[in-house]
C-alpha cells in the first residue's frame, strides 16, 4: 500500500522569505502526487498535482513542486512567502491503476511571521 | 463557481447520542468521497461512492457508520452512537468520475465535538 510522510509537522518562516515543505511517499507501483493546501476552518483546496511528463509542477499562489523519482520525494516551494499563505499544507498520493483513494501525509502547518 | 456543500458546519453532541452529516457535490460528479480528519492528522477516506454504489468502505466502522447516496446525488453519513473518539473534521469531496487524474473538490466539511 501507499504512504507518505511529511517531513516537518511545523514550518515558521519570515514574511518574504523563501520556503521549502518535505514530503516523501513510499508505492510499489507509480503513483500521482498532489499538495493540497487547508485555511482555518475550510476544505482542502488543490495546489498541484503531478501526472506526468515535466517533473517540475506549477501551480497555483506561486507554489511549485518536484517530483523525483529516485528518491521517492515531491517538495513543494515558494520563492517568496506572504501572510496569507499561513495555513496546513497536505501531500497526497494515488495510484494510477485502480479506484481513486487518496492516502494523505501528517500535513505541515506553515505560519509566516511579519 | 461550482462548490461542494455540507451541513452542519459544526456539530456538539453527547456520547450515546446520533448524528448525520450531509453533503451535496458538485453538479453532474458521479464520484462522492467522505473523509474524516482527526486533529493534527491528514484526512482519511471512510467511504466512496460511484453514483448510488459503495466503491471503498474498507474504513468504515461499520457497527456504528452508515453512509447512504440513494439517488446518486446527495449523500447522508450517519453515526449512532457516538463515541468520544469521533471528535473530528468530516469532509466531503466529489470528482466527475473515479478516474485518478481526476481532481477530487472538497467541501468546507463538518467539524464534530462529542462530550
Known amino acids: 500500500a501507499q504512504s507518505v510522510t511529511q517531513l516537518d509537522s511545523q514550518v515558521p518562516v519570515f514574511e518574504e522569505a523563501p520556503v521549502e515543505l518535505r514530503c516523501n511517499y513510499s508505492?510499489?507501483?507509480?503513483?500521482?502526487l498532489f499538495w493540497y493546501v487547508q485555511y482555518p476552518n475550510q476544505g482542502l483546496q488543490l495546489l498541484l498535482k503531478?501526472?506526468?511528463?515535466?517533473?517540475l509542477v506549477k501551480g497555483i499562489n506561486g507554489f511549485e513542486a518536484e517530483f523525483n523519482k529516485s528518491q521517492t520525494s515531491f517538495h513543494l516551494r515558494k520563492p517568496s512567502v506572504h501572510i496569507s499563505d499561513t495555513a496546513e499544507y497536505f501531500c497526497a498520493v494515488t495510484l494510477i491503476q485502480g479506484a481513486q483513494k487518496l492516502v494523505f501525509g501528517q500535513g505541515t502547518r506553515l505560519t509566516i511571521n511579519p | 463557481e461550482a462548490e461542494v456543500a455540507q451541513s452542519p458546519r459544526y456539530k456538539i453532541t453527547e456520547k450515546s447520542q446520533a448524528v448525520a452529516f450531509w453533503c451535496d457535490p458538485i453538479s453532474g460528479h458521479a464520484t462522492l468521497y467522505w473523509y474524516r480528519q482527526i486533529l493534527g492528522q491528514g484526512p482519511e477516506l471512510l467511504v466512496q461512492?460511484?453514483?448510488?454504489?459503495?466503491?471503498?468502505d474498507s474504513q468504515l466502522p461499520k457497527d456504528r457508520f452508515s453512509a447512504e447516496r440513494l439517488k446518486g446525488v446527495d449523500s447522508t453519513l450517519k453515526i449512532q452512537p457516538a463515541e468520544l473518539g469521533d471528535s473530528a473534521m468530516y469532509l466531503c469531496?466529489?470528482?466527475?468520475?473515479?478516474?485518478?487524474?481526476?481532481?477530487?473538490?472538497f467541501g468546507p466539511g463538518t467539524r464534530l465535538t462529542v462530550l
Open positions: 469531496a466529489s470528482s466527475l468520475s473515479q478516474t485518478t487524474r481526476n481532481e477530487q473538490f
Open positions: 508505492s510499489s507501483v507509480s503513483v500521482y
Open positions: 461512492f460511484q453514483d448510488e454504489s459503495v466503491v471503498d
Open positions: 503531478y501526472l506526468s511528463g515535466s517533473t
